[in-house]
């Protein structure tokens, strides 16, 4: 049981509500919708066993207005819950945890930059154990150039794709998730060790992925420093 604005909800209703959360947002949270599906499995076969829904953007609900706001009509972002919500907090927060233990010192007294690159890849300016910047923005799509993420686009190219070249929103999320980032830039592989060693080679495409890749990474944590 918990209190959410001063009403007791039990504990299942809640994992009901965020479930209807994400089914309403649709392909924009693939990988929670994923999850999704296995909760709803459990809950099928398990109906009196409590369920918990833990989402790894809580670690960004301390992240300021000018932080979260995009800059499109108010109207529509706040119709439709449009606003950078962040991604990794799980990891984030460990590491931010983690690295007061390395340093014998308070995480409260700690000003750190988390860097999360793996499949999904973000940044986190963690202030005194309170997340306040994150480049993952909506959804894990924007950001940090990825394995096969794209990263942050200029929103406009999906326009143009769609107007001038008739891509539908299934070949653009396509596109965006799964074949670009590191894969896209080289043509080799989304893996950062066989990008590295086709580099070596002497193959252009897998340079010019590496150091795009190191690129947007270092400008990032410029940002937040």
Do not use: W
Request: glycine share 8%; charged share 20%.
């Amino acid at each position: 049981m918990a209190r959410i604005a001063g009403v007791n909800i039990p504990t299942n209703k809640r994992v009901e509500i965020a479930l209807q959360y994400i089914h309403g947002i649709g392909p924009a949270a693939a990988k929670d919708i994923t999850e999704k599906v296995g909760i709803e499995a459990a809950r099928r076969v398990l109906p009196d066993v409590p369920h918990v829904a833990i989402f790894d953007t809580a670690f960004f609900s301390t992240l300021p207005a000018e932080a979260y706001t995009y800059a499109i009509d108010s109207e529509v972002t706040e119709k439709y819950g449009i606003r950078k919500y962040g991604f990794h907090g799980t990891s984030h927060r460990y590491v931010s945890m983690k690295a007061a233990e390395v340093l014998q010192r308070p995480l409260g007294e700690l000003e750190i930059v988390s860097c999360h690159l793996g499949i999904g890849a973000s940044l986190c300016a963690i202030d005194h154990g309170r997340s306040i910047d994150t480049t993952m923005g909506m959804t894990p799509s924007d950001g940090l150039i990825m394995p096969s993420r794209s990263g942050s686009v200029d929103p406009a190219v999906m326009i143009h794709l769609m107007e001038q070249h008739k891509m539908s929103p299934e070949q653009l999320s396509t596109l965006i998730n799964s074949e670009s980032g590191l894969k896209g830039i080289s043509g080799v592989s989304s893996d950062i060790h066989e990008i590295e060693a086709a580099a070596a080679e002497g193959h252009h495409r897998a340079l010019l992925a590496h150091k795009a890749y190191c690129y947007q990474v270092r400008k990032n944590i410029g940002a937040y420093v």
